[in-house]
């Protein structure tokens, strides 16, 4: 439909958004968050005129409020829209509306906005979206050079306004091994910038950068926040102006002349997603609802894996690893996931990557008797690639040098001893996707690891030397494209290092992340706690790690790794040659009781309390009927005072009853001093568990119990 008021409200999934078009202008958002009801043409009117500021002191300070593609021209001196020229011209690009439409589908509804700046021969088409199933707000421009003159674009970035009660950002940082760091600061004027560089997002991504009221949290507190679906360089930034504008903002990282467009060329940017919520669950429920209503999003049980890294590294003997994929289906797993280590020459992390073929040495015979007997043993078989790396020592790196990353100074620094293949050449990129094809299919491979240990740093293409990053992500969004159009029903796994590329870019393609390299529980409790912003339970890999944790080297009891892990996409990564049976039939109930609950976990909604007790977690799934849920109570130090006190349950129907009770999957026991309650369990109405709450088991440092709530 035409837009031909000045003020547009795109309503879906609860979420409002206002937008005033006025003055040929581009969009400039009013309102984003609740859902306003249907609004007559007179209250639209009435919100942009009492939304209007006072313009006084500088005749250059930009009023409020700022378009959703910030101008210089228009008096903007904060963070830039688009940032380009025509070798130095064309560089303070004006662009004036000239349509505008409205159009409604299933999906949601979008306002399309085109726009030309005259002057510099440059179009811009911006869409803005609110998404039905989620009531999240995604944009997106794409630009265009009309002229002779190549217009090279440097930036292009988006913005979504959040109102002055935002008045505290949130971000996440972390690194290998601890993704997903929470930090938080005042919003003060100035720029909370977070920016990935190395080709990927990173172990230390942010995913979401939200801005919210003082002290918001999972349960209460507004705060809204932004996403770019994009797994290349990146930059996310909380911005507050003197004049009180605050938005957060989204660019796409371009190196040196990685887009220039010829006349007629187009550059697109990634979307800019942007959610919100009366405290962080509903925000992070938002991104749940939408990737579970997206095409490709895995349907049906996530099958139980068996991976072998952690539990022989690259020791591989197929006798011995097809002894382990009987114990794994011995113990309930569905999957059994060969790691690194199965291709030619690979015995450490020194050599190898690129040479996709079977390592002859090591499997005669090749993979397939494995992953027929795995088959055969009711488990589909996955195999783990990495198929963007290389190896200075290996056939390939000796036989195409060419292909290597190099910006000018050779291959630059290795990381992990290994070095980036540049798919920006069509014979690398159809070498790797022919490698990846032809396994699948010989092997019968219904599931691959996609692994991404190294940043790109100086990625130049040779022989011009010109950077290759967003080339790279491009062709490899491409190449998993291609891979799941051949092999209808295959599952990828987004991992780089643990959790270094985690976006919905990635998202779209993939239907399971890696979070961590770390299995410890300690850990991974705060790391899937803040994965869960963007990541809903059933999409990250959770596993059940060796009673030291490899990486730590902290020793957990398995009730705890178990517990910990059963919430997501469950996997066991230990040694099940050398595990004793009494763990082994512990597994298996724990495997059991994730398959009895997996339909709750991973449809419903994940809920957090906000406690007072810094030690204390108290988390859970709720049914989307809220008829039934899970919660965890864990402990992760020794709590300040005891007894911890009581808690409310989250996410409950204050209008039903309730049943809740301890849970103990394998049989495990609570120590001896615990509150009365937990011997019996309690019937208490939604309400009051909600309001007045439970006195919280009693626990030592890293354990924890589960608590089982079904409707009477
Ligand atoms: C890094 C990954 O994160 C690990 O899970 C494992 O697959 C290794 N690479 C294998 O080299």
Redesign the pocket.
């Known amino acids: 439909m035409h837009v031909d008021t000045d003020l547009v409200h795109l309503r879906a999934g609860g979420t409002s958004v206002v937008i005033l078009l006025d003055d040929g202008r581009l969009p400039r958002i009013l309102h984003w968050g609740d859902d306003l009801g249907g609004l007559g043409a007179e209250e639209l009117d009435a919100i942009a005129r009492t939304g209007r500021p006072a313009i006084r002191d500088s005749l250059v300070t930009y009023p409020q409020p700022v378009p959703v593609l910030a101008q210089l021209p228009e008096g903007w001196l904060g963070r830039p829209g688009l940032v380009g020229d025509s070798a130095g011209r064309r560089w303070a690009p004006l662009f004036l509306v000239a349509a505008a439409d409205v159009v409604a589908s299933a999906d949601g509804v979008t306002l399309t906005v085109s726009a030309i700046d005259e002057s510099y021969g440059l179009s811009l088409t911006l869409e803005l979206s609110v998404l039905e199933a989620s009531g999240l707000v995604r944009q997106r421009a794409r630009l265009r050079n009309d002229t002779g003159d190549v217009f090279r674009v440097d930036g292009l970035e988006l913005a979504l306004p959040v109102p002055a009660e935002a008045e505290e950002v949130l971000d996440l940082t972390g690194r290998w091994a601890l993704e997903r760091v929470p930090q938080r600061r005042a919003f003060d004027v100035g720029e909370w910038v977070r920016t990935s560089r190395g080709g990927k997002p990173g172990l230390e991504h942010t995913l979401l950068l939200a801005a919210g009221e003082h002290g918001f949290g999972f349960r209460s507190g507004k705060v809204w926040a932004t996403h770019l679906g994009w797994s290349g360089n990146q930059t996310l930034a909380a911005e507050r102006t003197p004049a009180n504008t605050r938005r957060l903002s989204a660019v796409e990282g371009l190196a040196a002349a990685e887009v220039e467009l010829a006349p007629g060329d187009e550059y697109v940017t990634p979307w800019q997603y942007g959610s919100w919520g009366d405290g962080l669950d509903e925000l992070a429920a938002r991104f749940h609802r939408h990737l579970r209503a997206s095409p490709g999003y895995p349907a049906g049980p996530r099958p139980v894996l068996v ?1 072998t ?1 952690e539990a022989v590294y690259f020791d591989h003997d197929p006798a011995a690893l097809t002894r382990f994929a009987e114990e794994a289906a011995a113990i309930g797993a569905e999957r059994f996931v060969i ?3 199965w291709f030619t020459g690979r015995r450490d ?1 020194t050599t190898s990557l690129g040479d996709w073929d079977v390592d002859p040495e090591r499997w005669p015979d090749g993979l397939r008797p494995i992953a027929e007997r795995v088959r055969a043993l009711g488990m589909d078989f996955g195999l ?1 690639f ?1 198929p963007e790396m290389i190896n200075l020592d290996s056939r390939l790196a000796a036989e195409h040098p060419e292909w290597i990353f190099d910006a000018g100074h050779g291959p630059g620094l290795p990381s992990r001893q290994q070095h980036v293949l540049d798919l920006g050449h069509p014979e690398a990129y159809a070498y790797v996707l022919d490698r990846l094809s032809v396994l699948i299919d010989e092997v019968g491979i219904a599931y691959v ?1 996609w ?1 991404h ?1 190294r940043y790109l740093l100086d990625a130049g293409h040779t022989p011009t030397g010109r950077p290759g990053l967003r080339a790279q992500t491009l062709a490899v969004y491409r190449l998993m494209d291609e891979l799941h159009r051949r092999h209808p029903g295959l599952e990828i796994e987004s ?4 959790g270094g590329r985690i976006d919905l870019g990635v998202l779209e393609r993939t239907q399971r992340v ?1 979070p961590s ?1 770390c299995n410890d529980p300690h850990e991974r409790l705060e790391i899937q706690r803040w994965t869960g912003l963007l990541v809903p339970p059933e999409v990250q890999g959770t596993h059940i790690g060796a009673g030291e944790s490899h990486t730590t080297h902290r020793s957990h009891p398995l009730s705890y790794r178990a517990e910990k892990a059963v919430w997501g996409h469950l996997g066991v990564e230990l040694d099940l040659l050398t595990e004793s049976d009494e763990t082994k039939r512990e597994l298996m109930d724990w495997i059991a009781f994730h398959k009895e609950h997996r339909a709750l976990l991973h449809s419903g909604t994940v809920v957090h309390a906000d406690l007072s007790e810094a030690a204390a977690r108290l988390e859970g799934v709720v049914a989307s009927d809220r008829a039934e849920a899970l919660y965890a109570y864990s402990l992760t130090e020794r709590p300040r005072t005891w007894p911890v006190g009581r808690a409310g349950l989250p996410g409950l129907d204050d209008s039903l009853v309730y049943q809740v009770r301890p849970v103990f999957p394998a049989g495990e026991r609570l120590g001896e001093e615990q509150p009365p309650w937990l011997a019996d369990g309690a019937v208490l109405s939604g309400r009051v568990l909600r309001l007045v709450g439970i006195e919280l088991p009693s626990l030592d440092p890293d354990r924890s119990v589960l608590l089982h709530v079904r409707a009477v």
């Open positions: 991976n890294w790691d690194d280590g992390d783990w990495e690891k692994d240990n991992c780089a290092s643990g890696w390299d």
